[in-house]
């Protein structure tokens, strides 16, 4: 009899054990939660790091904003974002970016993660692993400088619509050609013919370039990638009506202290892009 | 004095700024452009562009870049100050404002204009209190026995002669321990008074005593020889000291350098926890506290799981100074960012290295070769492209490779023979146009050759003209290998790209270099600087990686030439064939750096 009571106050007590372990294992894993959250916010904060949004995000409304440098990028951004409020006129100046600019903004009462990708070079590793994850593109280009910039403009351009991400999942993609306040900028038409026969020249030589160091391996899936990045079909000119996600041309402008022209129409073809 | 001030987010929002007069061009952008992204240059924090200096400063816990902008004529000792101190007061001000900004519920973008009155009373503080400085140093003239002049009048002289004679005396005794020991030792065997006695008897000994005395300190503070004797025992302690951290570091290089993964991975593990313990404050609030609130990282905090990483790049083959330049960088990136209490350190500077590391290796300007010889040929002319590099590293080989690449494409090519130094060099060339006409069905490929001993720029100047007379698409040149100390043929190398002026000059590089990579890129590029005679001379343009199929996972030059010259790698040479010519894969490279 003493011997049974002995047990189950032994069990008894095993058990309390067992329960406040489980509860204290329970309070770790929630700090563990909240303290990675807590540093991974930081470190957003910190490097505007790209990896951030690794974990689960395919399903984000993120829209992501990409060009050549000082084609105004930084300053869509800002308008998106401010936009809400009634004074327009409040977006901020902006200077070349050295870091990602994310920000979560309602745009015609849906909900986007406007991601701004520096225009600089070295930052086309950081556009690639965005544009893995992207709803919706937005590719800005200076109108006034287009004849300059042509071949750099025609190649971001390309290497955005042979993304494969962008080619599997047909993402919508907006060229906006920002800058029409300028009087040297030249019309949407105009650019979208200069890019269409630079995009047609440079599917040629993209396809002649060589494997990249580990192809060696599966040389099937460097032949398959080949095929996929090569735009439009093979003997025609090259057109962006031929390419698998839907590409527009949009004139915009964006200048400080001013209304921006051309925003209306931007925001409701991410809320289209983004409903879809 | 001041031409302009900015406050702006990394991002590139400008937060506030203020100019003072009109500025040409845009020092600020090319400032970011030129120096900040390509994280050159991390020691200076002063940047020339135009008429203008720049000066800047990070505020890393908020995102936040303060920059000055001058006439570049001016000299402001006093920026460095005055950025730390508006940093300060910016910071304190609107850090909340700044947080808001990052925060996706912000929907009105805050106003900074507040903080028009206190920089301008920052600037007016420090500019004062350096003008006092620089008044007070003006208005207390050198004192004339400070001065040269004082030294030839009799006064100096004298003094100057006691001087001497001090130091003299200082010298003898520490040349002569010995003798001093002896007087010290009759001094302690005899009475201790007889010491103050004699001291007082005989005023020409008092100096000796006193120098006696003196030999004492100097014995410690100058005396070697004495410190040898006196303080092995403290020297053998540091040098166990060092043995042991060496000792450390060591075995674990030298017996695990394979499974170097877990290795370190384990380390930075116990690493994390031994801070999180140090910084845990007492009591299990403290701990939640540490734990929910995070911590800052410092310079401290960092300074260890940095020279690991150091350690680790520079077994991957990367030159020391890269490597070490690298990792200043990146802490100084994460300096003032931060963590949560259970994150680790290890993995935060990982995914801050990667980010640096992609950041270098992702080429500034396009390696499409295709393209640009379309373009070239459009204008009616050949597209050139000159093969340099050291001895030995296959220049002719990988000429080869490219020029079966380009017949692949569909392009007339003609090879320029213009190593003229080393015997066979043409015959190997012959070689390998022989087997590429067999390979290719339209043998489109020409050798243009003129023998030995001549002038190779000469040489290749005709190939190009032969080459656009007959329609070839591209021209190849081959030149001789060179050491980059050996000067005559380094002036060759810069009469040959100054007389021609290729389209591309390609480096070639082995892979298998380790700090020699630095040394054999800076005197190639230094080569054509100075004796092109040129106002603005070439330089490299990109770089050939050979040998990469032997170096498994040590592909640390492939960084160390990127980051010394900024120029992409156009192509990686992996074996022995003509169709092994590969573009690099700036992801394997970085997992392998990394792994």
Known sequence: MADGMESTGMSGLVLGGLVLLALGLAGWYLLQQQSAAISKKSLAIASGSSSISHGSSSKQPKVVITGLMNTGKTALWCHLRFSQTSVKSAAPMTQTSMALNIAEAFINETRALLVDVPGHQKFHFDRTTQLAQARAVVFVVDSAQMAKNVRETAEGLYEVLANEHVQEQEVPVLVVCNKQDDPLALANTRIQVLLEDEIDRLRGSRQAGLDSVQDTANDDAAAEERTRDFLGFEGKRFAFEDVVSPVQFNEATMVVGHDAGGLEQIERWIADALQN | ?595
Not at chain 2, 370 to 376: K, M, S, V, Y
Request: proline share 2%.
């Open chain 2, 1 to 595: 004095m001041l031409d302009q001030f900015t406050i702006a987010t990394k991002g590139g929002v400008v937060l506030w700024s203020k100019g003072y007069t009109d500025i040409s061009g845009n020092p600020v952008d090319s400032l970011i452009r030129d120096v900040l992204i390509q994280n050159t240059r991390t020691s200076s924090t002063k940047y020339h562009s135009g008429a203008y200096s720049v000066q800047w400063a990070f505020a890393n816990e908020l995102n936040v870049i303060f920059v000055a902008v001058y006439q570049k004529i001016l000299q402001l000792p006093y920026l460095e100050e005055l950025l730390r101190l508006v940093k300060r007061h910016f910071v304190a001000r609107f850090a909340q404002e700044i947080k808001e900004l990052i925060d996706p519920e912000c929907a009105e973008f805050p106003s900074f204009d507040a903080f028009d009155d206190e920089f301008e009373q920052v600037w007016r503080a420090v500019e004062e209190r350096y003008q006092k400085e620089r008044k007070e140093m003006k208005s207390v003239p050198r004192k004339f026995e400070d001065t040269k002049k004082f030294q030839s009048t009799a006064k100096g002289a004298k003094l100057e002669l006691e001087e001497l004679a001090q130091a003299g005396e200082m010298e003898i005794g520490r040349k002569q321990p010995s003798k001093m020991r002896t007087w010290n030792e009759r001094k302690k065997d005899g009475e201790e008074g007889g010491k103050k006695k004699g001291a007082k008897n005989k005023k020409g000994k008092e100096n000796r005593v006193w120098e006696g005395k003196m030999s004492k300190e100097a014995m410690q503070a100058l005396d070697f020889s004495g410190k040898k004797d006196g303080s092995e025992s403290d020297g053998a302690r540091v040098a166990a000291l060092v043995d042991e951290n060496s000792k450390g570091v060591r075995t674990k290089d030298g017996v695990y350098e394979v499974a170097d993964v877990a290795e370190r991975s384990s380390d930075f593990q116990l690493l994390g926890d031994e801070e999180a313990e140090q910084d845990t404050p007492k009591g299990i609030f403290g701990m939640f506290k540490s734990l929910t609130s995070g911590r800052v990282l410092s310079k401290d905090i960092l300074s260890e799981p940095m020279a690991r990483m150091r350690e680790h790049l520079v077994n991957k083959n990367v030159a020391t100074d890269i490597a070490d330049e690298i990792c200043q960088t990146v802490a100084q990136s994460l300096i003032g960012v931060r963590v949560g209490g259970l994150q680790n350190i290890r993995k935060l500077i990982e995914q801050s290295m990667e980010t640096a590391l992609t950041r270098i290796l992702t080429p500034i300007s396009s390696t499409d070769i295709i393209r640009d010889i379309d373009h070239a040929n459009s204008s009616g002319r050949p597209y050139t492209m000159a093969f340099v590099g050291v001895n030995g590293v296959g220049k002719s080989t990988n000429l080869s490779k490219v020029c079966y690449w380009l017949l692949q494409n569909n392009k007339r090519v003609l090879i320029a023979a213009c190593d003229t130094f080393r015997s066979g060099a043409v015959e190997q060339l012959r070689v390998h146009v022989r087997n590429l006409r067999a390979l290719s069905e339209n043998q489109s490929v020409e050798i243009f050759e003129r023998g030995y001993g001549k002038d190779s720029a000469g040489i290749a100047r005709d190939a190009i003209s032969f080459g656009t007379s007959n329609g070839f698409d591209v021209v190849l040149i081959d030149t001789a290998g060179r050491m980059q100390d050996n000067e005559p043929l380094m002036r060759a190398l810069s009469k040959l790209v100054s007389v021609n002026s290729p389209d591309k000059i390609l480096f070639v590089g082995e892979a298998l270099v380790g700090n020699e990579a630095v040394d054999q890129l800076q005197k190639f590029n230094q080569a054509m600087r100075d004796f092109s005679g040129q106002s603005r001379p070439r330089q490299i343009d990109g770089i050939i990686l050979t040998k990469f199929d032997t170096i498994d996972d040590r592909v640390g030059a492939a960084l160390s030439m990127t980051y010394i010259t900024g120029q992409p790698i156009v192509f990686v040479g992996t074996g022995q064939t003509y169709t092994d010519l590969r573009k690099m894969n700036v992801g394997q490279v970085i997992r392998a750096l990394l792994r």
